[in-house]
């Protein structure tokens, strides 16, 4: 079984932490969200990846093969932003006529077992109910519950079943020829090749498609869901042991926080994820994820998300700090 994961897109909404790194490494919990996606892969038993790549490429690269030199890996280059359909495209080459795959998006944290979905003898989405699903791909199901409409973010919801991200094909090679097929009749959807339309003209041609329900889905293209998805991960953690933090500073978990670090007269957590060799001093952090290398100095931080290597002293509000940034407001 490969898996093809897309990781091309700028991450717009991320910005400034996107300017320097590539979304899928934005860290959460203690580890990069592209890194929670193959671990959890891994555990079902994929281990043959294509990624696709764009805008600091070479960083994402860099960090499978360091992380997860036992996978079987490739990497292909998009250097245009023409949607998902279009990143899936580009991998065409590296999937033999009638093998299966998974694609995961690369921006997604998700729970789920779907060890029974591989080898299944139909397609298969990951779905989940969302309140709102005018933001996503949106599955309508038949009565026997095969998906018989998706539509991608429509304006009138008429289910409320969210594609998650996690896709199962069997049908491969009728997936690139609808991919090929839009493509060379440009045939779009707000501006961009959708994975979406083409799985809707695998279904028009007579391909079967059932779901599989989600657990625990976390879209991370958003500060506040990051946020959000770092309490979550950080509350299914096992009990850490804090110790080594514990002399002059208060520590309230759940939390992570790299060995490396160095915490001096703070109070840190709750829902607080720090990196390696970050320097925290006579801080209050709450709800918020220090980057690698970053300094805090005199700060009363929640909410927040500071890069890699940035510097902040003095501050008591909730800020979104990019990598290297400097920021002093500590008065003279």
Not at 158 to 167: I, T
Request: contains cysteine; hydrophobic residues 40%.
């Amino acid at each position: 079984m490969k898996a093809i994961i897309p990781v091309a897109g700028i991450g717009s909404r991320l910005r400034p932490h996107t300017k320097t790194q590539p979304k899928s490494l934005i860290p959460v919990a203690g580890k990069p969200i592209l890194g929670h996606i193959l671990d959890r892969l891994v555990e079902q038993g994929i281990e043959d990846f294509v990624f696709v790549i764009g805008y600091l490429g070479d960083r994402i690269e860099q960090y499978v093969r360091e992380n997860y030199s036992n996978c079987k890996t490739e990497f292909v280059m998009q250097t245009l932003g023409k949607g998902i359909g279009h990143a899936i495209w580009l991998g065409r080459e590296h999937f033999h006529e009638g093998e299966p795959m998974m694609i995961v998006l690369g921006d997604t944290i998700f729970e789920a077992n779907f060890s029974h979905v591989l080898g299944a003898d139909s397609n298969a989405l990951g779905v989940k109910k969302v309140e709102d699903p005018r933001q996503f791909g949106v599955a309508e199901l038949r009565e026997d519950g095969t998906i018989h409409r998706l539509s991608e973010k429509p304006q009138i919801p008429k289910s409320n079943l969210a594609a998650v991200g996690l896709y199962y094909i069997k049908d491969t090679a009728m997936l690139f020829e609808c991919l090929d097929y839009n493509i060379q009749n440009e045939i779009k959807t707000q501006n961009e090749f959708h994975l979406t339309d083409a799985l809707q003209c695998m279904i028009d041609r007579g391909c079967k498609f059932t779901t599989f329900a989600v657990d625990a889905w976390f879209d991370c293209g958003k500060k506040d869901i990051i946020l959000q998805t770092n309490r979550n991960l950080l509350k299914r953690r096992a009990n850490e042991d804090y110790r080594q933090f514990s002399k002059n500073n208060i520590i309230v978990p759940p939390v992570y926080i790299a060995a490396s670090a160095k915490i001096e007269h703070s109070i840190i957590g709750p829902d607080v994820s720090i990196g390696e060799n970050a320097v925290i001093q006579r801080s209050i952090v709450k709800n918020s994820i220090i980057g690698q290398g970053a300094e805090l100095n005199s700060a009363l931080l929640e909410d927040s998300l500071v890069g890699s290597d940035a510097v902040l002293m003095g501050a008591i509000q909730s800020l979104n700090i990019g990598d290297s940034a400097e920021i002093n407001l500590r008065s003279n």
